[in-house]
């Protein structure tokens, strides 16, 4: 193996950084190099209307806005250009996908203005999550699961000797995000059992007739 020439690369790597004035330039390149291959910037070159306040900042050239092969950027970022469709598919990528999680508005915006701007950007951002079926789905199971300690509702008679309560959320396990805490007031015994915080009375019936 020869050591020189590996020296060699890692002599030509170190200039080719020192030439690079500011990390934000080659991180606006990468973004855009990703954003290269994918099929909304064939869509963008498409499109080639620019709305009058995009024209205007262009026409300050004073390099915040700068057009290059029929895409505008606008301080590094890709100027997405007043159209539906294209914004929408940003908006579903940037939110949707298992990977990225249906991320709230702020942490979706941010995840968007990493490559791509548009006019009106965190507008469409917030009705995007506020239109989005499985976050305000979440939102409501969150808001009932609010609090530390939940009395259960227990059917009257049968539980006469015993107490229950659950304690939750908490982080997730096997599924599990609550511990159920079964106390028999007489002999003040303890059992704990593992559960979710969506358990119903019924629920509650069904482990104790297994369980205890
Ligand atoms: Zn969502």
Request: with cysteine.
């Amino acid at each position: 193996m020869d050591t020189r020439e590996d020296n060699k690369d890692v002599q030509l790597l170190k200039d080719e950084m020192w030439t690079r004035k500011s990390t934000s330039k080659i991180k606006v390149f990468e973004e855009r190099k990703r954003a290269d291959e994918s099929d909304i910037i064939k869509k963008i070159r498409k499109n080639n209307t620019r709305e009058k306040e995009i024209i205007q900042v262009m026409k300050r050239e004073d390099g915040l806005a700068w057009e290059e092969d029929k895409v505008a950027y606008m301080e590094g970022r890709i100027y997405i250009p007043n159209n539906k469709d294209i914004k929408e598919e940003i908006l579903k990528e940037h939110h949707d996908p298992a990977n990225v999680g249906h991320p709230g508005k702020h942490r979706m915006q941010e995840l968007i203005k990493r490559t791509y701007w548009w006019l009106g950007l965190k507008e469409d951002v917030k009705k995007y999550v506020q239109g989005c079926v499985k976050c305000q789905q979440n939102k409501v199971q969150h808001q009932k699961r609010a609090g530390k300690l939940h009395p259960l509702e227990i059917p009257e008679g049968l539980w006469q000797d015993i107490s229950i309560d659950m304690i939750g959320p908490l982080p997730r396990s096997n599924e599990m995000d609550a511990i159920l805490v079964i106390v028999n007031r007489f002999t003040k015994m303890i059992r704990l059992k593992a559960t979710t915080t969506n358990l119903s009375s019924e629920g509650v019936a069904k482990i104790y007739r297994d369980e205890i």
